[in-house]
C-alpha cells in the first residue's frame, strides 16, 4: 500500500481478513490458477544489459485549431508498426496510434509503439476521429482469439448457472477496438466501451457509435470530450470487446494531459523537468519480437517504462515533477527511489506525493507507494538532496504480480529504471518547495442518511473459472439504474485472496472505508444462494461477516479524487460517488454530442485479463 515519511504504512492480511481458501489462489490470465502443464513452457527473456537505453518521451500531438470551430482536434490512426524495445533486441511488430501533424501532413506523430500524449486545457473541449487501419486477418497474439473463439476453458467467459458461455467477439473478426478516455468527463456514445468496437474492415459490435457520421468511414469513429475535469494526468487506451488484454500488450495506450491555466501560479516543475514514466511489464523472444504469456503465467518478466526495457534518464540536481502511470495489464508495483549504500542516512529518497488519477492534493512525504492498474501517482522528486554522479534506483519490492500474492508465481521485477543525477544545473531552481505547495485536495463528499448503498461482489465459482460481479456475466443487460444527480456508496465485496483494481466509466469517486469479513464463510453461503435459486430474501447479508471495523482510507487516498481503487482481498471496500450527471450539453456544436436519458455506462477490473474475462458490468443513469 502506501509508504508515508519514515516507513511503509500497510494494511496486514491479519487486519483484513481470514487465511486464503484454495479457490482464490492467484493466477495467470483470465483465471486464479496456474495453467500450465508439463509440456508448457512460458518464453523468458534473454538477459538484457540493464540502464544502456535513454528514456523516450512521447512526443506530443498537434491539434487543428479549424475542424471544429472552439476546440482541438486530432486525427488519430491505430497501425502496426516496429519498435525496438532495447539496444540488445531486434526491432519488435507493435501496434501503436499516430496522430496527423496538422502542420505537416506527411509527418504523423508517434513511436509506433504506445501514442502521442494529448495535452489539453480544462475545460476546452476536444474532438478526435480514432481510425482503425490495423491488420484484419490476424492479430499479432492470434493465439489467444483463437483460444477463446475455440472454447478454452482457460479463455473462454464460463459464467455462474443459470448463464452459459458466449463468445465476445463474431466469427469474422480477430481484430477489433475502441479508444476509452480512463477518468474522462464524457458523454456514453464517446466513452469508449466494449460493445462500441469497430474492425479495420468496418464490422461493428452491437452499441457502435459516432458523432458526425458524414465525416467518418466504417472503420472509423469520431469521439467528443469536454475535459471538464480538475488538472489530472488522464490516459487513453484499447477497450476492444474481448481483446483489451491484448490489444493494450500491443501497445495500444497513451497519455491525456488536462492543463488548468491557474496551476502556473503553484510553481510546480515544467517542461522537461516535468517527467512521464508510462509503467508496463513485458517479456521478448530472443529475436525482440512481444511474447504475450500470460496464458500460462501471472504477468511478464521485463520493466518497460514509455516503451524501453530498463532505461535511465539523466537529471539535473534540482526538483522533478514525475507523472507515473500504472499501464501494466496485471501488476501491481511497490516503488522507491533506491540510493547507492552512503550516499543518504538512510536507503532511499524520500519523495512528496502531490497528485492521484482525478488531480492534484495536498503533499504527502513518502518513501514508498503501491500503484495497481491503470493508477496514476504524480510525485515531486527533489535530486539537489544527493552528490552530483549519484545513479539512484526506481525499484520494485515486497509487490507480486498481484498482490499481495504468492512469490514464485509469476516473475520477480526488482529493478526498473535509472536516474544519473550528471547534468549540470541549467539554472536556479525556481519551483516552489514540496512542503510550502499550497495545492487543494478534492472537497470531501458528504455522507448523508439513507444515501443509497450498492454492492458488487466479486464472485468466482471455483477455481480456475470466471470471475464475475454478483455472479452475473457482462453481456446480460444493465439490472442498475441509478437516479441522475444522485450520490451513492458503492460496496465491492472482495472474497478473493487477491487485489482488484477497480475502474468506474465516468465518475470520479472518493474511498471511503475498507472493512474486512470471513471470506470463506461468505463465500460458501453465496454459493448456496446460487444453487438454492438466487432467491433474494436468501442472499447472504455481508454485515454478518464482518471480522473487524471499518479501517480509514491509505494516506495516499485521503482527499484524493480517484477514478480507480484498490479492492483489497478478503474485504469490502466502500467508496463514495459524489454525483451521477453526465455531461448533457452539446460538445463543440456537433449534433448528438450530449448524453441522453437512459445513460448506460460500465465499471470493471482494470487487470485487463480479468476485464475481458467478464469481470465487468453496465450500469445505467436515468431521469427521474
Same mark, same amino acid.
Given at each position: 500500500?502506501?509508504?508515508?515519511?519514515?516507513?511503509?504504512?500497510?494494511?496486514?492480511?491479519?487486519?483484513?481478513?481470514?487465511? =486464503?481458501?484454495?479457490?482464490?489462489?492467484?493466477?495467470?490470465? +483470465?483465471?486464479?490458477?496456474?495453467?500450465?502443464?508439463d509440456?508448457?513452457?512460458?518464453?523468458?527473456?534473454?538477459?538484457?544489459?540493464?540502464?544502456?537505453?535513454?528514456?523516450?518521451?512521447?512526443?506530443?500531438?498537434?491539434? !487543428?485549431?479549424s475542424?471544429?470551430?472552439?476546440?482541438?482536434?486530432?486525427?488519430?490512426t491505430?497501425?502496426?508498426?516496429?519498435?525496438?524495445? +532495447?539496444?540488445?533486441?531486434?526491432?519488435?511488430?507493435?501496434?501503436?496510434?499516430?496522430?496527423?501533424?496538422?502542420?505537416?501532413?506527411g509527418?504523423?506523430?508517434?513511436?509506433?509503439?504506445?501514442?502521442?500524449?494529448?495535452?489539453?486545457?480544462?475545460?476546452?473541449?476536444?474532438?478526435?476521429?480514432?481510425?482503425?487501419?490495423l491488420?484484419?486477418?490476424?492479430?499479432?497474439f492470434?493465439?489467444? /482469439?483463437?483460444?477463446?473463439?475455440?472454447g478454452?476453458?482457460?479463455?473462454?467467459?464460463?459464467?455462474?448457472?443459470?448463464?452459459?458461455?458466449?463468445?465476445?467477439?463474431?466469427?469474422?473478426?480477430?481484430?477489433?477496438n475502441?479508444?476509452?478516455?480512463?477518468?474522462?468527463?464524457?458523454?456514453?456514445?464517446?466513452?469508449?466501451?466494449?460493445?462500441?468496437?469497430?474492425?479495420?474492415?468496418?464490422?461493428? =459490435?452491437?452499441? #457502435?457509435?459516432?458523432?458526425?457520421? !458524414?465525416?467518418?468511414?466504417p472503420?472509423?469513429? /469520431?469521439?467528443?470530450? *469536454?475535459?471538464?475535469e480538475?488538472?489530472?494526468?488522464l490516459?487513453?487506451?484499447?477497450?476492444?470487446?474481448?481483446?483489451?488484454?491484448?490489444?493494450?500488450?500491443?501497445?495500444?495506450?497513451?497519455?491525456?494531459?488536462?492543463?488548468?491555466?491557474?496551476?502556473?501560479?503553484?510553481?510546480?516543475?515544467?517542461?522537461?523537468?516535468?517527467?512521464?514514466?508510462?509503467?508496463?511489464?513485458?517479456?521478448?523472444?530472443?529475436?525482440?519480437?512481444?511474447? #504475450?504469456?500470460?496464458t500460462?503465467?501471472?504477468?511478464?518478466? *521485463?520493466?518497460?517504462?514509455?516503451?524501453?526495457?530498463?532505461?535511465?534518464?539523466?537529471?539535473?540536481?534540482?526538483r522533478?515533477?514525475?507523472?507515473v502511470?500504472?499501464?501494466?495489464?496485471?501488476?501491481?508495483?511497490?516503488?522507491?527511489?533506491e *540510493?547507492?549504500?552512503?550516499?543518504?542516512?538512510?536507503?532511499?529518497?524520500?519523495?512528496?506525493?502531490?497528485?492521484t488519477?482525478?488531480?492534484?492534493?495536498?503533499?504527502?512525504?513518502m518513501?514508498?507507494?503501491?500503484?495497481?492498474?491503470?493508477?496514476?501517482?504524480d510525485?515531486?522528486?527533489d535530486?539537489?538532496?544527493v552528490? =552530483?554522479?549519484?545513479?539512484?534506483?526506481? &525499484?520494485?519490492?515486497?509487490?507480486?504480480?498481484?498482490?499481495?500474492?504468492m512469490?514464485?508465481?509469476?516473475?520477480?521485477?526488482?529493478?526498473?529504471?535509472?536516474?544519473?543525477?550528471?547534468?549540470?544545473?541549467?539554472?536556479?531552481?525556481?519551483?516552489?518547495?514540496?512542503?510550502?505547495?499550497?495545492?487543494?485536495?478534492?472537497?470531501? /463528499?458528504?455522507?448523508?442518511?439513507?444515501?443509497?448503498?450498492?454492492?458488487?461482489?466479486?464472485?468466482?465459482?471455483?477455481?480456475?473459472?470466471?470471475?464475475?460481479?454478483?455472479?452475473?456475466?457482462?453481456?446480460?443487460?444493465?439490472?442498475?439504474?441509478?437516479?441522475?444527480?444522485?450520490?451513492?456508496?458503492?460496496?465491492?465485496?472482495?472474497?478473493?485472496?487477491?487485489?482488484?483494481?477497480?475502474?468506474?466509466?465516468?465518475?470520479?469517486?472518493?474511498?471511503?472505508?475498507?472493512?474486512? /469479513?470471513?471470506?470463506?464463510?461468505?463465500?460458501?453461503? #453465496?454459493?448456496?444462494?446460487?444453487?438454492?435459486g438466487?432467491?433474494?430474501?436468501?442472499?447472504?447479508?455481508?454485515?454478518?461477516?464482518?471480522?473487524?471495523p471499518?479501517?480509514?482510507?491509505?494516506?495516499?487516498?485521503?482527499?484524493?479524487?480517484?477514478? &480507480?481503487?484498490?479492492?483489497?482481498?478478503?474485504?469490502?471496500?466502500?467508496?463514495?460517488?459524489?454525483?451521477f450527471?453526465?455531461?448533457?450539453?452539446?460538445?463543440?456544436?456537433?449534433?448528438?454530442?450530449? &448524453?441522453?436519458?437512459?445513460?448506460?455506462?460500465?465499471?470493471?477490473?482494470?487487470?485487463?485479463?480479468?476485464?475481458?474475462?467478464?469481470?465487468?458490468?453496465?450500469?445505467?443513469?436515468?431521469?427521474?
Amino acid at each position: 500500500m502506501a509508504g508515508a515519511a519514515g516507513g511503509a504504512v500497510t494494511l496486514s492480511q491479519g487486519a483484513l481478513g481470514t487465511p =486464503a481458501r484454495a479457490s482464490g489462489d492467484p493466477a495467470p490470465r +483470465h483465471r486464479h490458477g496456474p495453467a500450465a502443464t508439463d509440456d508448457t513452457t512460458p518464453a523468458h527473456t534473454p538477459p538484457l544489459t540493464k540502464f544502456v537505453d535513454p528514456l523516450p518521451t512521447p512526443m506530443t500531438a498537434v491539434p !487543428d485549431l479549424s475542424a471544429y470551430p472552439g476546440a482541438d482536434y486530432y486525427d488519430v490512426t491505430m497501425r502496426q508498426g516496429s519498435w525496438r524495445f +532495447h539496444r540488445d533486441l531486434g526491432p519488435a511488430q507493435v501496434w501503436g496510434y499516430w496522430a496527423e501533424n496538422p502542420n505537416d501532413h506527411g509527418n504523423a506523430i508517434g513511436m509506433g509503439y504506445l501514442g502521442p500524449t494529448i495535452d489539453v486545457t480544462r475545460d476546452r473541449p476536444t474532438v478526435v476521429k480514432w481510425r482503425n487501419r490495423l491488420p484484419a486477418d490476424r492479430h499479432l497474439f492470434q493465439f489467444v /482469439i483463437d483460444g477463446i473463439r475455440n472454447g478454452d476453458p482457460q479463455l473462454t467467459p464460463t459464467p455462474p448457472p443459470p448463464y452459459t458461455s458466449e463468445v465476445p467477439f463474431p466469427d469474422n473478426v480477430n481484430v477489433w477496438n475502441v479508444v476509452h478516455q480512463h477518468g474522462g468527463f464524457t458523454p456514453p456514445q464517446s466513452d469508449g466501451m466494449p460493445l462500441q468496437s469497430y474492425s479495420p474492415r468496418g464490422i461493428h =459490435a452491437e452499441s #457502435y457509435s459516432t458523432l458526425d457520421p !458524414d465525416r467518418a468511414k466504417p472503420n472509423e469513429a /469520431i469521439f467528443a470530450y *469536454t475535459n471538464h475535469e480538475r488538472s489530472c494526468m488522464l490516459w487513453y487506451h484499447d477497450h476492444g470487446m474481448g481483446m483489451t488484454s491484448v490489444n493494450v500488450y500491443a501497445g495500444l495506450a497513451g497519455l491525456w494531459m488536462v492543463r488548468d491555466p491557474a496551476d502556473e501560479r503553484l510553481g510546480l516543475p515544467q517542461g522537461e523537468f516535468e517527467v512521464p514514466l508510462i509503467l508496463q511489464d513485458r517479456t521478448f523472444n530472443p529475436d525482440g519480437s512481444l511474447a #504475450y504469456t500470460m496464458t500460462l503465467r501471472e504477468g511478464e518478466d *521485463t520493466p518497460v517504462v514509455n516503451g524501453k526495457a530498463y532505461p535511465f534518464l539523466e537529471v539535473e540536481p534540482r526538483r522533478y515533477r514525475l507523472r507515473v502511470l500504472n499501464a501494466s495489464n496485471e501488476r501491481f508495483w511497490r516503488l522507491r527511489f533506491e *540510493t547507492p549504500e552512503g550516499v543518504l542516512p538512510q536507503p532511499t529518497l524520500p519523495f512528496w506525493l502531490i497528485g492521484t488519477d482525478g488531480g492534484l492534493r495536498p503533499p504527502l512525504q513518502m518513501l514508498n507507494f503501491l500503484i495497481s492498474p491503470a493508477e496514476r501517482y504524480d510525485l515531486i522528486v527533489d535530486f539537489s538532496k544527493v552528490p =552530483a554522479g549519484t545513479k539512484l534506483k526506481l &525499484t520494485n519490492y515486497h509487490a507480486p504480480v498481484h498482490f499481495p500474492g504468492m512469490p514464485g508465481l509469476g516473475p520477480e521485477i526488482r529493478e526498473i529504471m535509472e536516474f544519473r543525477v550528471t547534468k549540470s544545473l541549467s539554472g536556479v531552481d525556481r519551483t516552489t518547495p514540496p512542503k510550502q505547495l499550497k495545492l487543494t485536495g478534492a472537497a470531501p /463528499i458528504e455522507v448523508t442518511p439513507g444515501i443509497r448503498r450498492r454492492q458488487w461482489v466479486v464472485y468466482q465459482r471455483t477455481l480456475f473459472t470466471t470471475m464475475t460481479f454478483n455472479a452475473v456475466p457482462f453481456m446480460e443487460p444493465s439490472q442498475d439504474f441509478i437516479k441522475a444527480g444522485s450520490t451513492e456508496i458503492w460496496e465491492y465485496v472482495n472474497p478473493n485472496h487477491d487485489a482488484h483494481p477497480m475502474h468506474v466509466h465516468l465518475v470520479n469517486f472518493q474511498v471511503l472505508n475498507r472493512q474486512p /469479513i470471513d471470506a470463506a464463510a461468505y463465500q460458501a453461503d #453465496y454459493d448456496k444462494w446460487i444453487d438454492g435459486g438466487r432467491k433474494p430474501e436468501d442472499l447472504p447479508v455481508v454485515e454478518k461477516y464482518f471480522t473487524g471495523p471499518p479501517i480509514p482510507p491509505e494516506p495516499d487516498e485521503a482527499q484524493s479524487d480517484k477514478d &480507480t481503487f484498490k479492492s483489497y482481498p478478503e474485504t469490502v471496500t466502500r467508496i463514495v460517488i459524489r454525483e451521477f450527471t453526465p455531461p448533457t450539453e452539446t460538445i463543440a456544436s456537433i449534433p448528438g454530442s450530449g &448524453t441522453e436519458y437512459p445513460a448506460t455506462y460500465v465499471h470493471h477490473c482494470h487487470i485487463l485479463e480479468h476485464e475481458d474475462d467478464d469481470l465487468m458490468r453496465p450500469w445505467t443513469i436515468v431521469k427521474d
